[in-house]
């Protein structure tokens, strides 16, 4: 900002506004305690909306929030399969954010995804019956990590190369692998006893285990968690995270230091790429244990809200990640008891992001009293 | 063999190409001109989804296409006035607020759709849809007739769009300041021009068209709506105005290109001829980025396309 007076107030320009005696100011800084009460009030309000559909629709708001939190964590059962239905959001939240910190607007999670998942079914339908689970099992995760950073790597490479936007190349590739996928479930991977579009089921040798026996609570979640506190450290402790982190703030000065643009624009597509395969190898091992084309709910565009709602920090993605997953997990249980439509949650959701990308902007003014009338 | 080409200049494969190329191409004109004033609207597939829904409840319920088609069309310029809000008032990153848009919308319009229909593990529900107008004396024309002058009304009102678009964008005062907030709004701001106000006028259009593609999906084509109604149609969109460079005729050219596909790859499956179709549905989007890579050094691109505009910040 320069220094003279701002004549234009705020995000809006308010002539209605001036006349009232008020203006909008840009505040110098903006402390933790803002953003709080931001992302409070954002989830206040989303939840105010969707109280007024639910009444709309003639059903009681307060039974219809018990449902939803008595399924998310009323019980030990609900606590765990909230955490399952975070496991893959982290993955993707963490994809994504790994790649806004740098500027780098991967979109493809989604495509990254089932890349991943087809990584880890090709090697464990290749070699499940000649490596014993503890091998197999952290090879198909190995091969699901480098599948989804191939993937990721072609929209990097264009952009390093051609300069294309990230944002379009990455969605166009979404459509591209699903279209594969479906060629290959058609044909070459068909499981042989079945019309449907899905593969064998593949035997325990490669199944991710169970934290929790009796539940759906796989190891896909430690390691989910684990990634995150690995993403930390590469942002903050490594020269790498140095350097994303600085070409995320400024290309141009990036540049200047000394940094590659090009090889780290593609260095965390790669990643980012590498993290939501994983998410499509923690869904295939650790709960279908074979390929089908619905196996996502659209983790990797519910990735990206992740990542933007915990503040691109890796802490801030399990936790929203979390949260995310018990409004899945709870909306099954509201459906069940009140008949509301599970789909609130997809309305919750949206609109809490775009409460919460309002809120990020306009946390960043205040109202100030004017001093002279004009 | 002969099936396969056969189908590639089968009657009924290029009518029904046209058919679906007409929400593509209405949903690209809409984007192409929002793109114009700078704003990229990733919530095309949200927009459409919801036009859909808005048009299906209202020919379904109040019994009138029209009204339909209005409540569509309705439906559609109010996602984009949030989205307006949120990019060009409050200056929320525009990718993100599309793909928000997006889920918001779809989820909005699943859940109203089950509110109002509650599942009965019975028929869908289904409105009534648009007969073909059939335009006299030239779809008596053989071949001709069937293929270009059978269609439905909104897909003659698609293509004449497209001249009148070209004029209003290219010999206009109007269309050149709208242009020209796309390419450098710091200097229309000089000049007085509202960017804006510009932009939420681009996004409306853009929603009206959406909405005008959405309403295709269901009171033209099936009568139906169902949560998956655009299938994909808003990112096409997207991808031909990028592989027709921001210009008409090649979105026009696009939009026909890419429903022909679809077309041949439906007849071909119809046909049961074993061809991986799914390579011929694929290739849309492998064009795309093509185009965007051939296209770069004479791209049309808006300049500050997805940038937001703050006054007094450089």
């Known amino acids: 900002m320069n220094t003279d007076v701002p004549t234009t107030p705020g995000p809006s320009s308010g002539s209605l506004l001036r006349r009232s005696g008020w203006r909008l100011e840009k505040r110098l800084e903006v402390k933790p305690w803002h953003e709080v009460v931001t992302l409070v009030g954002a989830f206040i309000v989303g939840l105010a909306i969707c109280s007024i559909l639910i009444a709309a629709s003639d059903k009681s708001v307060v039974d219809s929030y018990r449902a939803l939190f008595d399924g998310a964590f009323g019980s030990r059962r609900a606590v765990y399969e909230t955490l399952v239905q975070a496991t893959p959001l982290i993955f993707t939240g963490l994809a ?245 439509p599970a789909a609130l949650v997809d309305v919750i959701q949206g609109l809490s992001l775009i409460f919460v990308l309002s809120g990020a902007v306009a946390v960043r003014y205040r109202l100030q009293r004017t001093h002279t009338d004009e | 063999m002969s099936d396969v080409l056969e189908a590639l200049i089968n009657v009924g494969v290029l009518a029904s190409a046209i058919r679906i190329a007409t929400p593509l191409l209405l949903a690209a004109l809409g984007e192409m001109v929002t793109e114009r004033a700078g704003i990229l609207n990733l919530g095309l597939e949200g927009t459409i989804t919801v036009s859909a829904f808005g048009s299906f409840v209202v020919a379904d319920k109040a019994d009138s296409l029209w009204l339909g088609v209005l409540s569509g069309v309705g439906a559609g310029i109010l996602l984009s006035l949030l989205m307006a809000v949120l990019v060009s008032s409050i200056k929320v990153e525009q990718v993100v607020a599309g793909l928000a848009l997006n889920l918001f919308g779809i989820g909005m319009a699943f859940y109203l759709f089950r509110a109002v229909y509650p599942q009965t593990g019975g028929e869908m529900p289904r409105s009534d849809t648009f007969d073909f107008a059939e335009i006299p004396l030239l779809s008596d024309i053989p071949g001709v007739g069937e293929v270009v002058f059978s269609q439905h009304w909104l897909t003659y009102a698609a293509i004449l769009a497209c001249p009148a678009l070209w004029y209003g964008l290219n010999r206009t005062q109007f269309g050149l300041e709208l242009r020209s907030v796309g390419n450098n709004p710091a200097a229309c701001d000089m000049r007085g021009i509202n960017v804006t106000g510009m932009q939420y006028l681009a996004l409306v259009f853009g929603g009206l068209m959406a909405g005008l593609a959405g309403a295709f999906l269901s009171v033209f084509l099936s009568g139906l709506f169902f949560v998956d109604v655009a299938a994909g149609r808003g990112w096409i969109a997207l991808a031909i105005v990028i592989f027709g460079n921001w210009r008409i005729g090649r979105i026009l050219a696009g939009s026909l290109f890419f429903g022909y596909l679809d077309a041949y790859q439906l007849s071909l499956q119809a046909r049961g001829v074993d061809v991986p179709h799914q390579l011929l549905l694929a290739l849309p989007f492998a064009l795309t980025i093509a185009a965007l890579v051939v296209n770069r050094r004479r791209s049309h691109e808006p300049l500050h396309l997805g940038v937001p505009y703050f006054r007094g910040e450089r």
Request: aromatic letters at 10%; zero cysteines.
């Open chain 1, 96 to 340: 994504a954010a790994f790649a806004f910190r740098a500027r780098v607007w991967n979109i493809g999670g989604e495509g990254q995804f089932f890349a991943g998942a087809m990584g880890a079914f090709f090697v464990s339908n290749l070699w499940h019956a000649h490596l014993p689970r503890g091998v197999m099992v952290p090879v198909l995760f190995i091969a699901a990590a480098a599948a989804g950073a191939l993937w990721a790597s072609i929209a990097g490479l264009l952009k390093a190369r051609y300069d294309t936007n990230e944002i379009i190349t990455t969605v166009m590739l979404n459509f591209i692998i699903l279209l594969i996928l479906s060629y290959l479930l058609g044909d070459l991977w068909r499981s042989p006893d079945t019309f449907y579009f899905q593969t064998v089921t593949l035997p325990e040798s490669a199944h991710l285990p169970l934290i929790v026996d009796g539940t759906r609570l796989h190891w896909g979640f430690g390691i989910a968690v684990a990634m995150a506190v690995v993403v930390h450290v590469v942002l903050r402790r490594t020269a790498l995270g140095y350097e994303v982190r600085g070409v995320g703030i400024n290309r141009t000065a990036g540049s200047y230091k000394g940094i590659s643009v090009p090889r780290v624009t593609v260095l965390v597509m790669a990643i980012s790429g590498a993290l939501a395969g994983l998410a499509g190898a923690a869904e295939f091992s650790g709960i279908h244990h074979r390929l089908q084309l619905d196996i996502s709910n659209n983790f990797g565009f519910v990735g990206i809200i992740i990542a933007l709602i915990g503040r691109l920090h890796p802490a801030g993605v399990v936790v929203s990640a979390i949260a995310f997953g018990a409004l899945v997990n709870g909306a099954v249980t509201m459906q069940i008891q009140t008949g509301i």
